[in-house]
């Protein structure tokens, strides 16, 4: 039985969801605070997908978690648990000045258990802390998989177009440690998210094996149960407003304050309603309604904040347009679910939800950071003057199953072992 061992980097984070109900799996701490383990993490769902085409692997989840006082687990299926380790954060002097990262000595400790020519490793290869060097090193009979989930151009070498010296030297420093890191590697799963950055990687390390895998999920609920008039009357909706959805974590990253300044600029001919569901951090969420507040928009974004599934699959039913514009993400899961009710997808121009799209000549696009191209190309489409394609239900499920997450991650264990 080969043992695999997925290790997220990240703790779970507990103040985004500090309005909202524990999880199923939950434990009181003695200084009065809580542990839980969610289920849903992507290390949980990629490995979900594993042991259930194939039984010849144990498969377990560790994440550092800086409440945890020991190690705290819980089967999620069949050969597949997920562990919480204790974990903190450490300052460690790096280019000039003290930084924060991760480290967990429990995970270390425990690996060394573990530590066989049996087991595989995935590892996150973005994150080049003391500690997953220590993870590393700590396990040198273990075989290592690396995995990426965000834009795979985050695998290499920044541009240095800075005049200040410091900072020139400290991108410099940046990019050696990623190209060490990256000519260590020997094989990597990816969603690939940006083929042109993989070709570049390829050119630094031609030895890399990069396995493409494919996101799947479970598109048995998402389908358009009740018609759209239905789901707007439900909803207390116009039915006659055209209806912008954006569904994901309220962070930085998915640029929702930029989509509410764009919102802010333009002028279309019709009535529209922007909807946005999703948590965040509480600090980010109340700067979000400030923008609303301050633009004066409370009549055309409402925040609804988190919900169930059954409420989400009513909103989306009841959309006219799903957007989705990360700066780093590599896809986005509720375009996904978008995708498989029929409704049109609004995206940045990279991802593996683009790469699909513009595979099958569907969606629209835009620039991460070309926010006046973002207002042009909405417009258009709430005008009507842009008819925004989708694909066909059977094509977005038939690609998107877990079989083509589980059988590239086969395929990658199986080179591993060959390699070695």
Same mark, same amino acid.
């Given at each position: ?8 980097? &990240?703790?779970? @984070? ?23 383990? #969610? ?31 020991? !190690? ?19 300052? +460690? ?12 000595? =429990? ?7 573990? %530590? ?9 290869? /973005? ?13 040198? @009979? ?10 795979? =151009? ?16 400290? /991108? ?5 440690? @990623? ?10 799963? /990816? ?23 494919? #996101?799947? &999920?479970?598109?048995?609920? #998402?389908? =358009? $149960? ?14 006659? *407003? ?53 633009? @004066? ?5 409402? &925040? ?8 989400? +699959?009513?909103?989306?039913? *009841? ?50 950071? %070309?926010?006046?191209? #973002? ?5 258009? $489409?709430?005008?009507?003057?842009? !008819? ?16 083509? /997450? *589980? ?14």
């Amino acid at each position: 039985m080969i043992k695999i061992i997925f290790i997220i980097p &990240f703790a779970p @984070k507990y103040a985004e969801y500090a309005d909202k109900p524990r999880p199923k799996y939950n434990w009181d701490t003695k200084d009065g605070q809580w542990v839980g383990i #969610w289920g849903y993490d992507w290390g949980d769902l990629h490995l979900k997908s594993l042991v259930e085409y194939y039984n010849n692997y144990d498969c377990e989840v560790w994440q550092p978690d800086l409440r945890a006082d020991k !190690i705290y687990s819980v089967e999620l299926c069949n050969k597949l648990v997920h562990r919480n380790f204790p974990a903190k954060m450490i300052k +460690r002097f790096s280019r000039f000045k003290l930084r924060k990262e991760m480290y967990s000595q =429990s995970i270390i400790d425990e690996l060394k258990k573990y %530590d066989d020519y049996n087991t595989v490793i995935m590892l996150p290869a /973005t994150v080049r802390t003391k500690w997953m060097k220590h993870v590393i090193n700590f396990t040198y @009979k273990g075989k290592h998989i690396y995995y990426i989930y965000i834009n795979d =151009s985050k695998l290499l070498p920044y541009k240095i177009n800075t005049l200040n010296p410091f900072k020139a030297f400290s /991108t410099y420093l940046v990019n050696k440690q @990623k190209l060490k890191w990256l000519k260590k590697m020997n094989v990597l799963l /990816t969603s690939y998210s940006n083929p042109d950055a993989l070709s570049k990687v390829e050119k630094i390390n031609p030895n890399l094996k990069m396995i493409k895998f494919v #996101w799947g &999920f479970d598109y048995d609920f #998402w389908y =358009s $149960i009740i018609d759209k008039a239905t789901a707007r009357r439900n909803l207390n909706i116009p039915n006659e *407003a055209f209806v912008i959805l954006l569904s994901q974590r309220l962070v930085p990253e998915y640029q929702v304050d930029r989509f509410i300044e764009v919102i802010a600029k333009i002028k279309p001919n019709k009535q529209f309603i922007c909807y946005i569901t999703g948590f965040g951090i509480p600090d980010y969420k109340r700067y979000l309604q400030g923008l609303v507040d301050h633009y @004066k928009l409370n009549d055309k974004i409402y &925040f609804v904040g988190y919900i169930s599934d059954e409420e989400l +699959r009513n909103y989306m039913i *009841a959309s006219d347009l799903f957007v989705t514009v990360p700066t780093i993400s590599a896809g986005s899961g509720g375009a996904l679910k978008e995708m498989t009710i029929g409704r049109p997808i609004f995206t940045t121009s990279y991802g593996s939800i683009y790469n699909f799209l513009k595979e099958h000549n569907a969606g629209i696009f835009v620039n991460p950071t %070309d926010y006046d191209e #973002w207002a042009q190309k909405l417009e258009s $489409i709430i005008n009507g003057e842009i !008819i925004v394609k989708t694909v066909n239900r059977e094509i977005v499920t038939d690609y998107y199953s877990w079989k083509n /997450t *589980a059988k590239p991650t086969k395929k990658a264990i199986d080179l591993i072992f060959e390699k070695k």
